[in-house]
Nanobody, 123 residues
């Protein structure tokens, strides 16, 4: 199985910055896509940013130019640098990774989610 541990959430004033981290561990053979999603109260979970194994990135329009996603393959870790934060960025942020793991000597695809970390931006 694959476990994801997120960190870096908190409370920040509008215009401030936060950096989220998500470390994957377990019987990982390879990691393909890594991404961050968020869910605000009363709203559906939405994609914030994603990065492929080839470092191709994709951002939601609302965060483009303010957030930067990156990954450290040696550490199986994905980061989200969030700058110029706005109150509307307030949400629980979830890490997601997809790839291949080793299970009972065989390779299996996986799609794992972190437990979520709260980001609150005050006006």
């Amino acid at each position: 199985q694959v476990q994801l541990v997120e960190s870096g959430g908190g409370v920040v004033q509008a215009g401030g910055s936060l950096r989220l981290s998500c470390a994957a561990s377990g019987s990982i053979f390879s990691i393909n896509g890594m991404g961050w999603y968020r869910q605000a109260p009363g709203k559906q979970r939405e994609l914030v940013a994603q990065i492929t194994s080839g470092d191709t990135t994709n951002y939601a329009g609302s965060v483009k130019g303010r957030f930067t996603i990156s990954r450290d393959n040696a550490k199986n870790t994905v980061y989200l640098q969030m700058n110029s934060l706005k109150p509307e960025d307030t949400a629980v942020y979830y890490c997601n990774t997809r790839g291949t793991l080793v299970h009972l000597g065989a390779l299996r695809e996986y799609d794992s989610w972190g437990q979520g970390t709260q980001v609150t931006v005050s006006s």
